[in-house]
């Protein structure tokens, strides 16, 4: 037994790495109380310690911590490519947004406290690790908690402003309330089969008919839960407020990683528990729920609120948080379509994302730092006065439109070439609409920074080198693989022999 348990733990060094940082952080906090500069460089050497062994370990295809008879052959977890490359996303977002803390201002005020926002900023990072491998319904559970633990402290960790509070307040409400509904639908899941592993709940659904109406039921509760970390409409409500009041650092993470592994969650438990057959590329699920018409529904619904909400935002950090929902919306897109093709341009959309994403939002940081405001007629001219800001922003935004020549043209061109393959054209049509949509409310932030006159005086906005360098690494990437995107296609595909049978 402890052979197996020792197997079992080879297989999650990057895990047991994270969680070994994690508690290095709290022991250095507890040593050094009055100089915590060490502490985001020991989380850094952590995380690219868990991104090195991730990035060895490509081949790996195996079950990890089975329990029950010795002929079970599915455990809690499910190592494979398809999970690796989530994990590879999450350390990279987690790394960047550690070096984003740096620049923040909101961190800087808390520093006396920077031990306990690194350890939950850990916390959330081993959550969603484990997430993205799961394969069991009490493992999925349990990584949810773990992420979102962590996040509703950190939503309202600095404490700045009164709508801190009332972020993380109604963050921890909705949170609780989607992880009970996830909850139950879970419990009837196993009473309907007897078993919480998708695998073995898979074979159950191949040979043994079961009541129909509390089957969909379920499913449809467990999506809540799912549906709330990816932010999807309906399940969306928290987004706006929580990302507007939580730290830009935060939220710029939960934007990203925490969408990153929600996905993989999601594509995991429908391509695993409700495969019957994989043709030549093309998902065939069971019988009894149709999830490809859920999908499109949720998707279509998710990307016009959040783009057409969006239109109204005159917070930056709000109209992103609407953007992000947008996006959800696209990228749910690429699962409905049930094909590898679409699962491609999902895994695709999630690297550009972060590049795009995360820029932007560090820029707006910026401008915070050096101006106070996060409103948009307060952009007036700023991009007269800061034109490296200013530029670098403006080819964020186009890319996150999915113009071309940036990366987020590829992102999209993917999701639509995986529609039409399957002959989505009202749904792929519905897309483009919506992009040209994001433009305006896009176009709007560089009017304002480019356009708009003001009577007040253009404040001076201070950009550091280490500022420079830091958007320089996210924006190279987003034109280079605009017109050169083999590299990041190639990428992609070589994790995409996923799901361990």
Do not use: C
């Amino acid at each position: 037994m402890l052979e197996n348990l020792f197997k079992d733990l080879s297989l999650i060094y990057p895990e047991i790495i994270v969680s070994v940082t994690l508690l290095l952080v709290v022991l250095f906090d507890l040593i050094y109380d009055k100089n915590k500069t060490i502490i985001p460089y020991l989380g850094l050497i952590g995380l690219f310690a868990a991104l090195f062994y991730s990035l060895g370990s490509v081949d790996i295809e195996t079950h990890a911590f089975i329990i029950g008879d010795t002929g079970n052959k599915f455990g809690l977890l499910s190592l494979d490519p398809f999970g690796n490359y989530f994990r590879i996303i999450i350390l990279i977002t987690s790394i960047l947004i550690i070096f984003f803390t740096k620049s923040s201002s909101e961190i800087h005020s808390i520093s006396e406290r920077s031990g306990e926002f690194y350890t939950l900023l850990l916390g959330m990072v081993l959550g969603m690790m484990f997430m993205v491998s799961a394969s069991d319904l009490i493992m999925i559970y349990i990584s949810v908690e773990i992420l979102s633990l962590s996040s509703y402290v950190l939503t309202g960790f600095t404490k700045l402003r009164d709508r801190d509070s009332e972020a993380s307040l109604k963050y921890l409400i909705y949170g609780s309330a989607s992880s009970g509904i996830m909850l139950f639908g879970m419990s009837l899941i196993y009473g309907l089969i007897g078993s919480t592993n998708i695998y073995e709940i898979n074979e159950v659904l191949q040979t043994t008919s079961i009541n129909s109406i509390i089957y969909s039921f379920a499913l449809i509760l467990i999506f809540a839960g799912i549906g709330f970390k990816i932010s999807a409409a309906p399940f969306h409500f928290w987004t706006p407020d929580v990302y507007e009041g939580a730290p830009i650092s935060i939220t710029a993470f939960l934007s990203v990683a925490s969408k990153a592994a929600g996905f993989a969650l999601l594509i995991r438990f429908v391509k695993v528990t409700f495969l019957a057959d994989n043709i030549e590329g093309n998902w065939i699920l069971l019988q009894g729920f149709d999830w490809q018409n859920f999908l499109i529904i949720i998707s279509v619904l998710t990307m016009t609120l959040g783009n057409f909400a969006a239109l109204w935002q005159d917070n930056l950090k709000r109209m992103l948080a609407y953007s992000s929902i947008a996006h959800a919306g696209y990228m749910l897109l690429g699962i409905a379509v049930l094909t590898d093709q679409g699962l491609l341009a999902v895994m695709i959309y999630f690297l550009v994302y972060l590049l795009m994403n995360i820029g932007a939002f560090y820029i707006v940081m910026i401008i915070a730092n050096n101006i106070g405001s996060e409103n948009i007629n307060d952009y007036n001219k700023l991009g007269s006065a800061a034109p490296f800001l200013g530029v670098s922003l403006t080819i964020f935004l186009i890319s996150l439109t999915g113009l071309p020549p940036t990366a987020g043209f590829i992102s999209k061109l993917y999701i639509f070439i995986a529609l039409l393959d399957v002959k989505m054209i009202a749904v792929a049509v519905i897309a483009v609409l919506n992009s040209v949509v994001s433009l305006y409310y896009y176009i709007r932030v560089l009017k304002h920074m480019f356009i708009n006159e003001t009577d007040k005086t253009v404040p001076e906005i201070k950009v550091s080198l280490n500022d420079v360098v830091f958007i320089l690494i996210l924006l190279v990437p987003t034109l280079i693989l605009g017109v050169y995107f083999s590299p990041i296609v190639d990428f992609a595909q070589a994790f995409l022999s996923i799901l361990v049978n």
